[in-house]
């Protein structure tokens, strides 16, 4: 959990401009939002993971926590990696050959698009902290 202080912002404030950034992109929803948290979804086509922001007033600063929750990436790409794995295990003993490259090369496949996932979650949240203060509530 990172966690960023900003100086002089008010919590319903921030709460509003991280509410429009995820609106204006494609790649985020917003799921819930309450009176100091908000929750995001970043998507490509299903929810890969889920953002949240606590944002906690101390003084006349503004205490802003993020957690990212991973979960949702595992839990729909595990099923897909075992379901392709036995879709080889059923072709090779169908045609009677057992050919591990094949294996191999979908592992490797389902890492490569785990690397590309995780790289787009990140170019999201730094286009969030990008567009921060360039946005009009």
């Known amino acids: 959990m990172k966690k960023y ?12 401009m991280i509410d429009s950034i995820a609106r204006e992109r494609n790649t985020l929803k917003v799921r819930n939002k309450s009176e100091n948290s908000i929750l995001i979804a ?7 993971a889920f953002i949240k922001f606590f944002v906690n007033q101390e003084g006349d600063n503004l205490i802003v926590r ?7 990436l595992f839990a729909f790409t595990v099923p897909l990696l075992l379901a392709l794995e036995g879709i080889m ?9 057992h050919v591990i490259f094949s294996y191999v090369l979908i592992a ?3 890492v490569v698009g785990i690397v590309f996932i995780t790289h787009q979650i990140f ?3 730094d286009l969030l902290v990008k567009k921060l203060y360039r946005v009009k509530v």
């Not at 993020?66 to 949702?72: E, V």
């Not at 295990?89 to 050959?97: C, E, K």
């Open 123 to 125: 170019v999201e949240l």
């Open 89 to 97: 295990v059923g072709i090779s003993f169908a045609i009677d050959n």
């Open 42 to 48: 970043c998507q490509v086509a299903i929810p890969i």
């Open 66 to 72: 993020r957690k990212i929750s991973w979960w949702p």
């Open 108 to 110: 490797l496949a389902w």
């Open 5 to 16: 202080e900003y100086l002089a912002l008010e919590d319903h404030e921030f709460l509003e």
